[in-house]
């Protein structure tokens, strides 16, 4: 069984830290490549960039949460939900549809990154 993950590419776990401007203040992200890879295809989704979906998922999250305890984590379970929600149907797994319209469509998209 743990042959399918200990086979993976070492690459995928590799940490990588990313410096980015959230309202002007410069923060940095550490993250694994394979959760960076991700979020880069969630973000092509809405026709946006890295930087542009983590800026919105942070305003998203104060809005609905007022703060954030551990934003890293956060992104981490953005990305398995994504994932998730793809296996399990609630999203479309052609990534050319973008996932913002899915959300009026799929009751479970308005929960996908909450």
Same mark, same amino acid.
């Given at each position: 069984?743990?042959?399918?993950?200990?086979?993976?590419?070492?690459?995928?776990?590799?940490?990588k830290a990313r410096s980015l $401007?959230?309202?002007?203040?410069?923060?940095?992200? $550490?993250?694994?490549?394979?959760?960076?890879?991700?979020?880069?295809?969630?973000?092509?989704?809405?026709?946006?960039?890295?930087?542009?979906?983590?800026?919105?998922?942070?305003?998203?999250?104060?809005?609905?949460?007022?703060?954030?305890?551990?934003f890293s984590s956060f992104l981490?379970?953005?990305?398995? $939900?994504?994932?998730?929600?793809?296996?399990?149907?609630?999203?479309?797994?052609?990534?050319?549809?973008?996932?913002?319209?899915?959300?009026?469509?799929?009751?479970?998209?308005?929960?996908?990154?909450?």
């Open positions: 069984m743990c042959e399918i993950f200990v086979k993976a590419d070492p690459g995928l776990y590799e940490s $401007r959230l309202h002007g203040v410069v923060t940095s992200i $550490r993250l694994e490549k394979l959760f960076w890879l991700t979020l880069q295809e969630i973000a092509e989704r809405d026709g946006m960039n890295t930087n542009q979906l983590i800026t919105r998922l942070y305003d998203e999250l104060i809005e609905y949460r007022g703060h954030i305890d551990n981490r379970v953005c990305c398995l $939900r994504y994932t998730s929600l793809m296996v399990e149907g609630d999203i479309s797994t052609d990534k050319n549809l973008p996932l913002a319209g899915a959300r009026e469509s799929q009751p479970e998209m308005a929960r996908f990154l909450i």
